[in-house]
């Protein structure tokens, strides 16, 4: 979300500052602060005015929260990255989560977010996640999560929110990571960017392309991105018993994420009981039979699948605030997953931003009226920094 939505002119600019000023409550100053994160959100590492007016971040490794027992034991590590301006130490704590990437917490476009997070007075901690990174996802990446806003937590002394940004997938673990004990006490509030609720409507539509507002809708259609279908593929592959289908769908997902029109026909022919079942959901056009064909996927499959589901979580009783941010041409999880999450939440308990177009895999430059509402995303979650280290 980080391409095409800013403001180029000074004059666009000067517009939309008038425009949300006047909206009760809000700062000027808040909203030009918010104005120079977008821009150097869009800048990346090129030039802006947020980074003329503040120095470079430090970036370091570090290491908390001890795991496993005996040769399997160790510690939790990440990168944390803090402000090196004299005299202005970070307002809030920020965990920031990968995404499922193979580059993980050293992908370019994750580091360039989280130094610009450090130039608006966060301190920021990326987990390094390994099993995201081998695009594998489950529950058990809460753990790491949850670790890491503990260890954030404490670097903060008590001062200021702490707060959690995901992405995509890593949406799931994240909110399953305020489960862990003792979280709610320790986390404030979360950024979803494109996130996801109902386990099987995301299933479908990177299945099928086929996705609705609630079961009493009718069907809606666009073309998913492959790379959810084979991400999916791949992270699963592995909870297999069969070793041959283990490496037949994984051999499949590699051709498919690397060429996604390549030829697998000749795997597909070797699949075993347990392959089968994932090939026909993967197949299947239908979206009225995805229910059916998850049912009878490999327990371990359905087992995770379920445990990463957050229909089947009360959000509503953690009391922390979300800020969902979605777009409307996302071919990976539709909008209808953060609308659906946004009321699954408690009242007043989530702020729903969608956008004509926000797609995190190819970006498109927005119009006038996405580029505000962007803006005053990052105003929200600017404001929920502000009123931790107000406390």
């Known amino acids: 979300w980080n391409r095409g939505m800013y403001l180029k002119f000074p004059a666009v600019f000067f517009a939309l500052a008038v425009f949300v000023a006047v909206l009760p409550g809000c700062s000027p100053a808040r909203l030009a602060e918010a104005a120079r994160v977008l821009d150097d959100i869009d800048a990346g590492s090129g030039p802006s005015q947020l980074k003329e007016q503040t120095p470079p971040p430090r970036r370091e490794a570090v290491s908390y929260g001890a795991y496993g027992s005996g040769n399997g034991s160790g510690a ?106 003792g979280m709610v006490e320790k986390v404030d509030f979360v950024l979803a960017i494109g996130g996801y609720y109902d386990m099987t409507a995301v299933i479908t539509f990177i299945t099928t392309g086929y996705y609705r507002e609630g079961e009493s809708r009718a069907w809606r259609y666009r073309r998913a991105n492959d790379y959810g279908k084979w991400a999916f593929v791949r992270g699963n592959a592995g909870r297999l018993d069969s070793a041959t289908d283990r490496a037949l ?96 939440l408690a009242p007043r308990g989530s702020e729903l931003f969608l956008l004509d177009s926000l797609n995190h895999v190819d970006p498109r430059p927005a119009g006038l009226v996405d580029r505000l509402r962007l803006l005053r995303a990052i105003y929200t979650v600017l404001e929920l920094r502000d009123s931790g280290a107000a406390r």
Not at 255 to 262: G, Q, V
Request: glycine share 10%.
């Open 76 to 181: 939790f590590g990440g990168d944390l990255y803090s402000s090196t301006e004299p005299g202005l130490p970070g307002l809030a704590g920020m965990v920031l989560v990968p995404g499922v990437a193979r580059k993980g917490k050293d992908d370019p476009r994750l580091v360039a977010f989280a130094t610009t997070l450090a130039r608006a007075r966060f301190m920021v901690l990326v987990p390094d996640l390994p099993r995201l990174r081998d695009l594998r996802v489950g529950p058990e990446d809460a753990i790491p999560i949850a670790a890491a806003a503990r260890y954030l937590g404490g670097r903060q002394t008590g001062q200021g929110s702490v707060g959690m940004t995901a992405v995509s997938y890593a949406v799931g673990p994240a909110v399953l990571a305020l489960f862990e004990p």
């Open 249 to 344: 769908l994984t051999e499949m997902a590699e051709r498919k994420l690397d060429h996604p029109e390549t030829y697998i026909d000749d795997l597909v022919a070797r699949l075993g009981r347990e392959g089968k079942s994932v090939h026909a959901l993967l197949v299947n056009g239908d979206p009225e039979r995805v229910p059916a064909l998850m049912a009878a996927l490999p327990p371990p499959i359905a087992a995770d699948i379920t445990a990463l589901d957050l229909v089947r979580r009360e959000v509503a009783s953690l009391g922390v605030h979300f800020v969902l941010v979605h777009g409307h041409d996302d071919p990976i999880i539709p909008e209808t997953e953060s609308m659906a999450l946004a009321r699954a």
